[in-house]
């Protein structure tokens, strides 16, 4: 069993940056496909950003390209999300996932393993 835990969230000004953390205490992560989705108040649970255990491929939310940059390194078994120039609307919880299968999700419905979350908040 897939058991996610996210850290590294906080409280940051606009134009600063946050690295947040994945981690996992169960299974090697290196066979999953992991993605980061972030929720606002509100609002729906959105697309970050995914990567490919299969082959290292990556895709981004169009709107978080430059800005954000996920990775991760399976001798810790962590997934990372680099977050650059934050802005007050990226203030969100932010949730790792994880799917089998080697294709790029982009969608939560594709992702069976879920982490509790971490709070991001950008002020102005």
């Known amino acids: 069993q897939v058991q996610l835990v996210e850290s590294g969230g906080g409280l940051v000004q606009a134009g600063g940056s946050l690295r947040l953390s994945c981690a996992s205490s169960?299974?090697?992560?290196?066979?999953?496909?992991m993605g980061w989705f972030r929720q606002a108040p509100g609002k729906e649970r959105d697309f970050v950003a995914a990567?490919?255990?299969?082959?290292?491929?990556?895709s981004y939310a169009d709107s978080l390209k430059g800005r954000f940059t996920i990775s991760r390194d399976n001798a810790r078994n962590t997934v990372y999300l680099q977050m650059k120039s934050l802005k007050p609307e990226d203030t969100a919880v932010y949730y790792c996932a994880a799917r089998t299968g080697t294709g790029l999700g982009t969608t939560s419905t594709q992702y069976a393993y879920w982490g509790q979350g971490t709070q991001v908040t950008v002020s102005s």
């Open positions: 169960g299974p090697s992560l290196s066979r999953y496909t």
């Open positions: 990567t490919s255990w299969f082959d290292d491929s990556t």
